[in-house]
């Protein structure tokens, strides 16, 4: 038996997330199914992040146990050969029997996507959030600069989330211009559940004005989730990158 390891990119639009759930069409249950098209075996993928229902990924990354005799280079063709159009993978290798996706990654990288012309929105509503409203772009990168460092996160946390330790450290958060869209990238040792979600949807309440920059200090203070921005819409967020030590690295 061997491990192999996937680099996999997904669009999330018809699907209620990765992680398999009854009764729910979802990016893990339609990979374990392609597998086993392509090989007869049942296997159970792990994988580094979860991703919610219309959550997207450029670098999702997985892992399986085999007992089949592809070469680990040649499953990327053979698996992309029975995957849907909205699922493919981006690179295969073999990796260490112990790697998993999640526990191994040192860090993460998200990337969350404003679309901000009038013109275009029926094409990018299901990858980015449509946005007319001005924004005060310098004031939103303003407000990602308190987002760095090491903080307790607890405030960007959504609700039903059983993690006990909060403390998360980022270590770059950005606003991109690049027209038509705004990008927020984020960069950490890791995410709660909806965190970046729920920053995107702080910083957007500094572009519009309804707080300072400079809020986001007490709002990481306080530890209340009530007292952050609204949780912005999943079809703006792309999980973009994970990176492993070396010893996991493929």
């Not at 090491?150 to 330790?165: D, E, L, Q, R």
Request: with cysteine; aromatic share 10%; charged share 20%.
């Amino acid at each position: 038996m061997g491990k192999i390891a996937m680099v996999i990119e997904y669009d999330g639009s018809q699907y209620h997330g990765i992680q398999v759930q009854n009764n729910a069409h979802t990016v893990q249950a339609e990979v374990e199914h392609c597998i086993y098209g392509l090989t007869g075996e049942k296997v159970s993928i792990l994988f580094a992040g979860r991703t919610d229902a219309g959550v997207h990924a450029l670098g999702q990354v997985i892992a399986f146990n085999t007992n089949a005799t592809i070469p680990a280079p040649r499953w990327k063709p053979a698996l992309n050969s029975f995957l849907p159009a909205d699922i493919k993978v981006v690179k295969s290798a073999k990796c260490l029997d112990d790697f998993h996706p999640q526990y191994m990654a040192v860090e993460k990288e998200y990337i969350y996507r404003i679309y901000r012309r009038t013109e275009g929105s029926v094409f990018y509503r299901n990858y980015a959030l449509c946005n007319t409203e001005p924004l005060d772009i310098e004031a939103m990168q303003k407000a990602c600069l308190f987002i760095e460092g090491c903080h307790n996160f607890k405030a960007f946390c959504a609700s039903g989330s059983t993690v006990k330790n909060h403390e998360r450290m980022v270590y770059r958060c950005q606003i991109v211009d690049k027209e038509p869209f705004l990008n927020l990238k984020i960069e950490a040792n890791g995410f709660l559940y909806n965190m970046v979600r729920i920053i995107m949807g702080t910083i957007l309440a500094v572009g519009r004005g309804k707080y300072p920059p400079e809020k986001i200090v007490s709002i990481i203070k306080s530890q209340d989730r009530s007292q952050a921005g609204a949780t912005a819409p999943p079809q703006g967020l792309y999980l973009s990158k994970v990176i492993y030590p070396e010893k996991y690295a493929f």
